[in-house]
């Protein structure tokens, strides 16, 4: 029997020894292998998943990778021959076949098969739950009154229920993973490499094995090569090539396919940067990619800030392309309709549907997580939607399968916008099953602590099993996707499953413990703290406050020097600063390993080399700073080819050099100096944070700098710990992880306030007394010089937040305006039971005004529009904005809808009436206006207001233009 098979093991005991004997000899009665024959005919088990399996003509696994390097040293050709256990052994045995894989050696066998050495003992585990754990598994008896899943019929079945175990029976090993990451059964047990590869290529990361099935000889099974005695010389060959292949390589390979599902375990390929994909990512510049903000653990925020697996691993991508990214968090039912209007550039978490290849270019999936169906009742179990008729059902709002979910269960669909307000549903028992992500689902229920939730089942809709995350790109970037694509494949399985154990592995899965909990170091952390004597030696910026600093006796002081002091106290580990007086030398300190951290660094791909990073535990705004007659920049193009200066060693600069290539970066020593060097426009703008720079400008008085702009990309600093010490940043990331949000707020807080230290010389007391008229009126001059810098500082920003979401033309909100106070006015109006309108204006035959009187009499009509809307829409809930082109939209709460509609007529026949006069010709001009208005329901989501004031806008333009359509979205509830 084939070792590959693991749920059955029979035998040739179970055929008659008659049956046996005229088998051998009708093999005796086919011609032998001989040497001149180079093609080798091998029998394997086509559905043996990871040892030996076909997809379409190619045969994979374990087992046929040892295959082909036997056939390599061998210097053979092998031409496989697939089908059951069955088929292939009585193939063989005829001699249709020369050589038969993952065969176990009996006596029996051995009368008429040659056995090659043993290339993989199978030995049989025990899986479980670490959130449910089994304790003890060192015996039968410890497995009584547990219940556990074996696959039906296997060969130890009586065994264990001889034993007295309750066993619970699957079909498949894939159902037997299933039903333990369900919480059906509290353990199960099979083949290692099998119970792993399935779990992991079903998303179920967090299930681990525990030990060794206590099953004596019947827990282990041998896999061997076998060949009929009389192909002796065969046999010589395919033995001596086995033996040639080095016993690394089989390992290798077997772990290959039990940790990464038959990818290679190499570090990540080459990635082809062609200079035709460079200049295209360098010409688009930084690209908006949304991420849902309540979909943990792939994309959610904490901490305040956005993180999660999707994150990691677009920034995986950035790093490796150059692309610049900007995230936009949001539920998906606002990111989709925006990213539809071309106003995103990239959804993260979308999966793949005919009805969105249209609008979407996808990548490949990076992460595929089963859905299922979270229930309080105890005894529900389904396997088609159908089981859930009656049944009140909650899903996300948008979620690819809503359609089909909708035709078969009808009204009894409820859709949300908010994962959290789904969960909270189920746990008030407003719906009888959410519908979710097994991790996103697990998640919330941790969250908010429901008791008594069970999985009643997977859904399975038009034969998809599971969610497949990808990247979405829109049309207009199509080539982008390719670059994506191609840089996703780019990452090796190493990364990949480091990311995906940080976000769904077993610590993953588990509630995060409170925060006065104890910080505990595992027995290799406390030898290497000890081996240590709890010394770590720290590489920081001596000048970069109030970030941190040295001061004059090399004191670490700052931000990180105060969460370091936390650290210190909390784990008993003296944290001693390394003198240094720039930046730069401590950067080449810890490529040297003159250091054992970064007390506050950005991670980036040449740090890497040396260095290993925690989570980031601070973000700081990035900005260009520049002289006060500077204008404002909108992005860093802007600045062309004049010089703008960062520090030197800074992650920025590695950052901005793949990002903007064409930027002309000028290294400078510290902040001071580049801060100075833009006041004596040695330089037209720095880069720098906005505390650190604020401080700088504070500290020396530089009243005639601003900021021009933001950099489109945030400082997210963590720790950097050497990489030759794995245990160093194990230690590291669980002090980062133990810092509480009032522990980080109170920190940043006490920073807030500038600290400038001043030294006094009291031998020249007498002197400064003298001199204290001076001293005053210096003093006075110094606040009013502060506060100026202040001034212009809030203004610089305030400017600066003004032009990014105002349009230039018409002084209204443009779309980032709208993204941003489109959904607050929605939710603000679904919380208070408030009404809630979107009225979308178009001007009519606006085209034909710019091809009778040109773009600047267009623009003026524009202008016209903009001004008579601001006329009539004044109250401090009205929301009005460029939606674009000739486009408008505007948004209200409301009490009155018959008041509404009056303003909007009243608009409407005002900017009628009026004559524009652009170039001594008179023009004028008519809008159409759709309108939707309603109470929004809890389960109601912002894009169905925009639809139907589409809609509307549609039947004012088809009934004749200059008029008013409304409609009315019922309250339901």
Known sequence: MSAGIAWQRPSLNQLSHAMYAALVLIALSFPVWSADRQTVSVGIVADNKPYSNIEGRTPSGFSIDVLREVARQADLTLEFRAGTWPEIYGAFLHGDIDVIEGISYQEERARSIQFTDPYHIRQTYVMHDPANPLTDVSSLDALSGSRIGVVRDVYYRDMLTDAGIEL??????????????????????????????????????????????PMGELAREDFRLGVLKENGELFKVISNGLKAVPEARITELFERWQEYGGASIAESQRFSFSNAHRRYISEIGPVRVGFMRDYAPFSFHDAGTLQGLSMDVMDRISDITGLQVVPVAGQWSELYPIFLAGDLDIMANISRTTERLENVRFTRPYHIIPNVAFTLEENLQFNIPGDLAGLR????????????????????????????????????????????????????????????????GEIELDGMSGEDLRFGVRPALEPLASIMDAALGAISPTEMRTIENRWLGASASRRPPPADAPLTFTESEQAWLAKRNRQITLCVDPDWLPLEALSDDNRHIGISADTFSLFAERADIEFTPLPVDTWAESVEAARNRQCDLFSMAMETPERLEYMSFTEPYIQIPGVLLGRVEAPFINTLDDVGDRPVGIVEGYAFKELLQTTHPDLRLVKVGNE???????????????????????????????????????????????????????????????????????????????????????????????????????????????????????????????????????????????????????????????????????????????????????????????????????????????????????????????????????????????????????????????????????????????????????????????????RLEAVVIEDSD
């Open 168 to 213: 619970i029976t699957y079909d498949s090993i894939p159902s037997l993973v299933r039903a333990l990451a369900f919480g059906w059964v509290d353990g199960i047990i099979g083949p290692e490499l099998t119970l792993r590869y399935y779990a992991n290529q079903a998303g179920f990361r967090f299930l681990e094995i525990v030990g060794h099935a």
């Open 393 to 456: 059902v909650a899903i996300g709002a948008g979620i690819y399968y809503e359609s089909a979910l909708r035709e078969e269960l009808g009204d009894n669909v409820f859709s949300f916008i908010s994962q959290r307000a789904m969960f909270q549903a189920l746990a008030e028992e407003s719906v009888d099953v959410a519908l979710a992500a097994l991790p996103n689902g697990n998640y919330w229920v941790r969250e908010l602590q429901i008791t008594g939730v069970t999985v009643a």
């Open 672 to 962: 001071k100096e580049g801060l100075r060097m833009v006041q004596e426009r040695e330089l037209a703008g720095y880069i720098s944070t906005l505390s650190t720079a604020s401080y700088h400008m504070q500290e020396l008085g530089l009243a005639d700098l601003k900021v021009l702009g933001r950099v489109p990309a945030d400082w997210s600093l963590g720790i950097g710990a050497r990489n030759d010490e794995p245990e160093l940043l194990s230690i590291m990331q669980k002090l980062v992880a133990s810092l509480t949000e009032d522990e980080r707020t109170a920190v940043e807080r006490q920073w807030a306030g500038i600290r400038l230290e001043q030294t006094v010389d009291y031998t020249l007391v007498f002197q400064l007394i003298l001199g204290a008229t001076v001293v005053l009126g210096l003093l006075f001059y110094w606040n009013r010089k502060l506060g100026g810098l202040n001034r212009e500082l809030a203004a610089a920003n305030d400017r600066l937040t003004y032009l990014s979401v105002t349009d230039d033309l018409t002084q209204i909100g443009n779309r980032s305006y709208f993204d941003r106070e489109f959904s607050k006015s929605f939710h603000w109006c679904q919380r208070h039971r408030a009404g809630f309108a979107v009225a979308m204006v178009d001007a009519d035959h606006f085209k034909t005004i710019n091809d009778t009187y040109g773009h600047d009499a267009g623009d003026n009509c524009l202008v016209a529009l903009a001004d008579t809307m601001r006329t009539h829409f004044r109250r401090d809930t009205d929301r009005l904005t460029r939606f674009g082109g000739e486009e408008f939209i505007i948004f209200t709460s409301f009490s009155d809808r018959e008041e509404l509609i009056s303003r909007l007529e009243s608009f409407r026949e005002g900017l009628a009436g009026q004559t524009i006069t652009c170039n001594d010709q008179q023009v004028s001009f008519t809008v159409s206006i759709g309108l939707a208005t309603g109470v929004p329901r809890k389960d109601t989501a912002p894009a169905e207001f925009l639809r139907r004031a589409d809609k509307a806008l549609y039947l004012a333009k088809k009934n004749g233009r200059n």
